[in-house]
């Protein structure tokens, strides 16, 4: 089992940053990935950016040259850094993680942009 909790969010002006903290605990040993979704009211869950055990990154078009995913070196805890922040990005954000046979959710955390 792994347990996620994330960290950072809040309330913040457009244009303004944020940086989410995912820790992982427990079996972190089976991690092979990790990864930030985020979820606005009355949308889908979709995935913000991702990374992998040995640092490869991928991000979705809208994160894009605003949004840096990182992993520290115990590779238990995963970051995201949020820069340019507009209205549109006010979601729940959540912390994955992927193990060879199962997925771990966070609780989500809140960042709220105002216009």
């Known amino acids: 089992q792994v347990q996620l909790v994330e960290s950072g969010g809040g309330l913040v002006q457009a244009g303004g940053s944020l940086r989410l903290s995912c820790v992982a605990s427990?079996?972190?040993?089976?991690?092979?990935?990790m990864a930030w979704y985020r979820q606005a009211p009355g949308k889908q869950r979709e995935l913000v950016a991702g990374?992998?055990?040995?640092?490869?990154?991928n991000y979705a078009e809208f994160a894009k040259g605003r949004f840096t995913i990182s992993m520290n070196n115990a590779k238990n805890t995963a970051y995201l850094q949020m820069n340019s922040l507009k209205p549109e990005d006010t979601a729940v954000y959540y912390c994955?993680?992927?193990?060879?046979?199962?997925?771990?959710w966070g609780q989500g955390t809140q960042v709220t942009v105002s216009s």
């Open positions: 994955n993680a992927m193990g060879p046979k199962y997925a771990y």
């Open positions: 427990g079996s972190i040993f089976s991690i092979n990935a």
């Open positions: 990374i992998t055990g040995d640092g490869r990154t």
